[in-house]
């Protein structure tokens, strides 16, 4: 199956963040057909979670949480983080969804590593 443009697929995250009462945007905007995501969700506590994409044994999309492991969920190490990874990678888009409950609104699998 062919995957959606990136630049469409995060509109609709955003959209359905908004529909579910948060905020959500576009951070850092990269290649508008297949530029890889990250999604940041910020809880307006300091602390915030990190998801990055992945493939899973059958080849279907899945996201993996990055704070699950050694990066944290502390929001200044979350930034740094993407800083980081924004610098080998100039395709990156990065959405944050600002949401005090922390959902992330992605429609596909989370796997948190545990």
């Given at each position: 199956?062919?995957?959606?443009?990136?630049?469409?697929?995060?509109?609709?995250?955003?959209?359905?963040?908004?529909?579910?009462?948060?905020?959500?945007?576009?951070?850092?905007?990269?290649?508008?057909?297949?530029?890889?995501?990250?999604?940041?969700?910020?809880?307006?506590?300091?602390?915030?979670?990190?998801?990055?994409?992945?493939?899973?044994?059958?080849?279907?999309?899945?996201?993996?949480?990055?704070?699950?492991?050694?990066?944290?969920?502390?929001?200044?190490?979350?930034?740094?983080?993407?800083?980081?990874?924004?610098?080998?990678?100039?395709?990156?888009?990065?959405?944050?969804?600002?949401?005090?409950?922390?959902?992330?609104?992605?429609?596909?699998?989370?796997?948190?590593?545990s």
């Amino acid at each position: 199956m062919d995957e959606l443009k990136t630049e469409f697929w995060a509109s609709a995250l955003i959209r359905r963040a908004q529909i579910g009462g948060a905020f959500a945007g576009v951070v850092r905007k990269g290649d508008r057909d297949a530029g890889a995501v990250m999604v940041k969700v910020a809880t307006l506590d300091g602390k915030a979670r990190l998801y990055g994409p992945a493939r899973n044994g059958e080849g279907e999309r899945i996201w993996l949480d990055l704070s699950a492991g050694p990066l944290g969920d502390v929001e200044a190490e979350v930034d740094a983080h993407i800083r980081k990874r924004a610098e080998t990678d100039p395709d990156l888009w990065v959405i944050e969804v600002e949401d005090k409950q922390g959902r992330h609104f992605l429609q596909e699998p989370v796997d948190s590593g545990s």
